[in-house]
């Protein structure tokens, strides 16, 4: 068996997929641009990884968090090895300065409740997001107004803190 590369993120275990690279021959878009990122999986397989969450990393800082729904090919690849996502902009000015961007998923994204397994990976990026400790460095748009903890404590409540559950069932 292969040996990943390995780490724990806020206390969850994630594993190296791929790498980041401008390719010499570029894609050719729709709109008749040329399209150089691409992401080096380290393993082919990777592409059918099914729902996780996942975070981009430069050199060792976490600069994005997200997650996905199908599969890894299905949110972040076009052409088998071209990077598709929204934050590709990003990217090419920081590989330009010779560092590393990498992208680890969660190795096992899933917790079981009685019978039900249930995926977290949207639990997942929530608690990265929400405990961040440089939210300005992140290239994430949303999920900033986690940074007021203090408002989200006085306005977000839970269902059991406004009613009490037991007293609202009928007799």
């Known amino acids: 068996m292969n040996k990943f590369e390995t780490q724990t993120i806020y206390g969850f275990d994630?594993?190296?997929?791929?790498?980041?690279?401008?390719?010499?021959?570029?894609l050719i878009t729709r709109n008749k641009k040329p399209y150089n990122l691409c992401i080096n999986l380290i393993d082919d397989g990777?592409?059918?990884?099914?729902?996780?969450?996942y975070v981009v990393l430069v050199e060792d800082e976490i600069r994005y968090v997200g997650?996905?729904?199908?599969?890894?090919?299905?949110?972040w690849l076009r052409q088998e090895i071209y990077s598709w996502h929204h934050i590709d902009h990003n990217i090419p000015s920081v590989l330009e300065e010779d560092k590393s961007v990498t992208i680890w998923v969660t190795i096992n994204p899933y917790i079981?409740?009685?019978d039900?397994?249930?995926?977290?990976?949207k639990s997942i990026e929530n608690e990265i997001l929400k405990n961040h400790t440089n939210p300005d460095r992140?290239?994430?748009k949303r999920g900033k107004l986690r940074e007021?903890?203090?408002?989200?404590?006085?306005?977000?409540?839970?269902?059991?803190?406004i009613v009490d559950v037991r007293n609202s069932q009928s007799d």
């Open 46 to 53: 990777f592409a059918k990884l099914g729902e996780s969450a």
């Open 14 to 26: 994630f594993v190296k997929i791929g790498e980041f690279y401008e390719n010499k021959e570029p």
């Open 148 to 161: 007021n903890k203090e408002w989200i404590k006085k306005n977000c409540k839970r269902f059991h803190e």
């Open 112 to 114: 079981t409740i009685g």
């Open 67 to 75: 997650e996905y729904v199908y599969n890894f090919k299905d949110r």
């Open 116 to 121: 039900n397994e249930i995926n977290i990976s």
């Open 138 to 140: 992140l290239w994430n």
